[in-house]
């Protein structure tokens, strides 16, 4: 079965092709634009997709050595998302499916970042049910997976998610966008355990970032008041600390979760989980605990065309697919 799978629900194009659960290619096309402004521009970023989808598509063809006539299906993020950006990537695949009398598959964006681990990269593929801590720009979730379809959110945000504490911690800092992978790179020299921030106290299995980024915030400000070259002089400290602050927020509620549910094997998934701090202390937890550990290779963490592909494979053999071309893009869709 080859399956071509598209997103575009943010700021990133991409398309892989995949052989089954094998990867053939996997191509994406970022968007700088958006580092003049500090964020993603909804409007900048549907522009964007439509430059890049006609190249991107037909490099990941190319690379795959196919031609698009050997496709059985082409599978494409219907939501969640920027709505102006999804309607690009899923307008072209559904017109491209029934050009080619092929199904296109509506794929959910935030179960594909989880299926990512089952694109075949020789790492073991965790054993249903199993956690699934997935952190990214939009979402912090804690899922029971208990099959490719079955998916239960236990646990999540009540307000920002974990990469928009690290993005506005960044930008707070100075840093260009998106200051996620900028505030792991400056706290590998820094000391995690040099400032201290408040962690919010709430009920069960959900978090809470938005306490966090105030404190930080006003601690920086005040700070800055005594000395200008506060954050300049501090800077892989602040990185260290902030970090390590959020990861522990998302550790502690990962411990409570696997011993709510008795369950071991403890998966990460999302743009966060290429932080390189939470992928060590996930192992240290896991070692303490007696869990299995997954954790995705780096270029399936971020939006890749790959975890659309491998999404759409288990969806293909799901005779309740739905293929309809009349499925619309949609900015929320629950689980
Ligand atoms: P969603 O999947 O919720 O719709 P998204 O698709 O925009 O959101 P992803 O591409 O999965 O999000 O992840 C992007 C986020 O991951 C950004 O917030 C970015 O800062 C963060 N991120 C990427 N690499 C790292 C890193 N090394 N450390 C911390 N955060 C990182
Ligand atoms: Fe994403």
């Known amino acids: 079965i080859l399956i071509l799978g598209i997103e575009s629900s943010c700021d990133d194009t991409s398309a892989a092709v995949i052989k089954n659960d094998k990867i ?17 521009v909804p409007e900048l970023a549907s522009r964007a997709h439509q430059k890049h989808i006609v190249p991107v598509v037909s490099q990941a063809l190319a690379q795959a050595n196919i031609s698009a006539g050997d496709l059985d299906a082409i599978a494409y993020t219907r939501g969640p998302g920027l709505l102006g950006s ?44 199993f956690l699934n801590l997935t952190v990214s720009g939009g979402h912090t979730q804690i899922i029971k997976v208990s099959d490719p379809f079955t998916f239960d959110v236990i646990g999540q945000t ?18 260009p966008y ?12 820094g000391d995690k355990n040099r400032f201290t921030f408040t962690k919010p106290k709430v009920e069960g299995l959900s978090f809470s970032f938005s306490g966090l980024k105030t404190n930080f915030r006003n601690f920086v ?7 200008a070259d506060f ?15 959020i990861v522990e927020m998302l550790m502690e509620r990962l411990v409570e979760a696997a011993a709510l549910t008795g369950i071991k094997h403890v ?18 937890v896991a070692d303490k605990y007696g869990w299995q550990t997954y954790i995705p290779p780096f270029e399936y963490c971020t939006d890749n065309g790959a975890m659309i592909a491998i999404a759409g494979y288990f969806e293909f ?11 619309s893009a949609t900015a929320r869709w629950e689980m």
Request: hydrophobic share 40%; proline share 6%; with cysteine.
């Open 178 to 189: 998106p200051g996620g992978p900028e505030i792991d790179r400056q706290a590998k020299s």
């Open 221 to 227: 400000e005040k700070e800055t008041r005594r000395n």
């Open 158 to 175: 009540l307000d920002d998610a974990a990469g928009e504490a690290f993005d506005k911690s960044a930008k707070l800092l100075g840093l």
């Open 267 to 284: 998966a990460i998934a999302g743009g966060v989980s290429a932080n390189s701090y939470l992928r060590t202390q996930l192992v240290a």
């Open 231 to 245: 954050k300049r002089d501090n800077m892989a400290d602040l990185c260290a600390s902030i970090q390590h602050t």
């Open 317 to 327: 053999q799901n005779k309740e697919r739905d293929t309809s071309l009349s499925t």
């Open 86 to 129: 999804l309607l690009v990537g899923s307008s072209f695949a559904k017109s491209m499916a029934q050009a080619l009398g092929i199904p296109a598959i509506p794929v959910h964006h935030m179960k594909a970042h989880v299926l990512a681990h089952f694109i075949d990269s020789h790492l073991p593929v965790p054993p249903f049910p």
């Open 24 to 40: 053939l290619a996997n191509i994406t096309a970022g968007q700088d634009v958006h580092k003049l402004y500090g964020g993603v």
